[in-house]
């Protein structure tokens, strides 16, 4: 049996799904995004306790800077609920079916938290604590 039609190597690179296609990506990118910030802090407080490096005080700064801060608590979040959707999804599979529907409810409790954490976030952070 052969295919009918010819695909092109390149072609398995293209995007061609929705939805939860972004969130599997999203997914993936947001645990490198908390490996980062782990690896930064477990490597940044190792130093600083043996050798107290000045490049460690450097990456001390970038992961409390406030951007860096917000982008982690958008990993965090978001990894947070897309796990548990897929993991009520993989308890359900009636609702296999209603994939697409569990994302948007998903990106409606995610952006409201993501929104207030990141403005608490700023707010401190020009504050000045």
């Not at 130093?47 to 800077?65: I, M, P, R």
């Not at 990993?75 to 079916?97: E, M, S, W």
Request: include cysteine; charged fraction near 10%; aromatic fraction near 18%.
């Amino acid at each position: 049996m052969s295919l009918d039609k010819r695909v092109r190597y390149i072609d398995g690179f293209k995007y061609q799904g929705g939805g939860p296609m972004l969130a599997f990506i999203l997914h993936r990118l947001t645990a490198l995004g908390i490996l980062l910030f782990v690896g930064m802090h477990v490597i940044v407080s190792f130093t600083n306790q043996q050798t107290g490096a000045e490049w460690a005080d450097w990456l001390n700064t970038v992961y409390k800077s406030p951007w860096f801060q917000v982008f982690v608590a958008f990993c965090v979040l978001f990894h947070a609920f897309n796990g548990l959707r897929i993991v009520l999804l993989d308890f359900f599979p009636g609702f296999q079916k209603f994939q697409r529907e569990a994302i948007w409810v998903e990106w409606a409790i995610i952006l409201p938290m993501f929104l207030l954490a990141a403005f608490l976030i700023v707010q401190v952070s020009l504050a000045g604590s």
